[in-house]
């Protein structure tokens, strides 16, 4: 049996700047990430729209805002330091029609409150000069946002945790936990780890972990996949930097945008269709058991009664190239289908509580020696060292 101080599952962003975190606020502590794929970021972390969020469209006090503005900071002074390559390239949120307006100003005070500067609500002859081909009636436009790849990010994390001592160990996959003598006994496919203090960083199971430890857990992951398409090259002049819509605020998805991308590609999307596999990155993949936890949970049945009409329109959209495009013609109106190829594919986990709410925030689980990350959808990239600094200092605490 292997023993550490600290065992941390999940080598995502989020688990891997937990544990980069805890190595620099205590370099003697013994840590291991325990990761059951064969590399870091292997999912959601590495399927992302890879943009450096700004914290704008966060409530204002909640750990989604404190996080990202903080993390935001972190991240590019990490990345100038670890010559991780990213772009400052800013963005426009733009409002397409006179019901949109209301919802805009409310993102811009948000903005402001979080801490943002430089906000401006621009108008349509001034969307243009940002952005040629864009229709709007107003904008507002976000210097702070940025382009990076979240990936590269989290394989510098792991080269500098292995660099500083830590251990990283791959293709194991986290089978049970066992608590004795106030020690856990982290029991996987490879073999066992004993720790005083242990860290789920799972992701899309991240509820499944969590349950190892509480039965009577009240959230459920629901997996949701997002479909890109990406731009033909002879088109990308169409977008300059990155063009978002005005999201619905009861439903916690920005909504079908315009990225570009840090190696010159430009993205379209994501929709967010109900995936019947938690890693199910195509229209066809399904597991029994991951259905069978969606449909079964009493908070899935409200939300399908509250949402049925937007998850039949994501579907269609998903089937649907020309109604996809009808979509991102709200935003530029010059797109066509062959402007279109099909491109990425990713999918959120995202958690949803016995009321049928859709957690619009991250949810951190504590248990005595134990902290599991439970909801950590967008902007926990870009937030991931802030997360990092708030796990461990709970861990710290409970050293105290």
């Not at 990345?79 to 209301?102: H, R, S, W, Y």
């Not at 499944?208 to 033909?232: D, M, S, V």
């Not at 013609?329 to 999918?347: A, F, H, R, W």
Request: proline residues 4%; contains cysteine; positive net charge.
């Amino acid at each position: 049996m292997k023993k550490f101080d600290v065992v941390i599952v999940g080598a995502g962003i989020v688990g891997l700047a937990s544990a980069l975190k805890l190595m620099e606020k205590n370099p003697a502590l013994k840590i291991a990430v325990l990761e059951k794929e064969n590399e870091v970021a292997k999912h959601q972390t590495g399927n992302n729209s890879g943009v450096i969020h700004s914290g704008i469209y966060y409530k204002p006090g909640s750990l989604k805002a404190k996080n990202c503005v903080n993390g935001y900071n972190q991240l590019l002074k990490f990345c100038e330091k670890e010559n991780v390559k990213f772009e400052i390239c800013g963005k426009l949120i733009v409002a397409t029609n006179e019901t949109e307006l209301l919802v805009l100003k409310m993102i811009y005070e948000r903005g402001v409150q979080n801490g943002l500067i430089g906000l401006r609500i621009i108008e349509r002859e001034q969307i243009k000069e940002f952005e040629p081909h864009a229709f709007g009636i107003k904008a507002i436009h976000v210097p702070q946002t940025g382009i990076i790849d979240f990936k590269e990010v989290a394989k510098k994390y792991s080269e500098v945790i292995q660099r500083k001592g830590g251990e990283i160990f791959f293709a194991h996959k986290l089978l049970k936990i066992r608590e004795f003598d106030s020690q856990i006994v982290s029991i996987t496919s490879k073999g066992e780890f004993q720790s005083k203090y242990f860290i789920s960083c799972a992701g899309l199971f991240s509820d499944r972990i969590a349950k190892l430890t509480n039965k009577y857990l009240p959230i459920r992951i629901i997996p949701f996949r997002g479909e890109y398409y990406k731009i033909k090259d002879e088109k990308k002049s169409l977008v300059k930097n990155l063009i978002y819509p005005v999201p619905d605020p009861a439903f916690p998805f920005l909504g079908v945008h315009f990225s570009r991308m840090i190696d010159g590609d430009v993205e379209a999307g994501p929709n967010a269709v109900l995936s019947f596999k938690r890693e199910g990155y195509k229209k066809t993949s399904f597991n029994l058991l991951d259905a069978m936890e969606t449909l079964s949970w009493k908070g899935f049945h409200k939300v399908i009664s509250k949402y049925w009409r937007v998850g039949i329109g994501e579907f269609y959209r998903s089937y649907s190239k020309t109604a996809f495009v009808k979509a991102l013609q709200k935003l530029i109106p010059e797109i066509q289908e062959n402007d279109l190829v099909p491109g990425g594919t990713g999918v959120r986990g995202q958690a949803c509580d016995l009321s049928g709410g859709l957690l619009d925030d991250f949810y951190i689980y504590e248990n005595a020696n134990i902290v599991h990350v439970c909801n950590a959808p967008s902007p926990a990239a870009t937030a991931s060292l802030s997360i990092g600094d708030h796990i461990t200092d709970i861990i710290l605490r409970k050293m105290k």
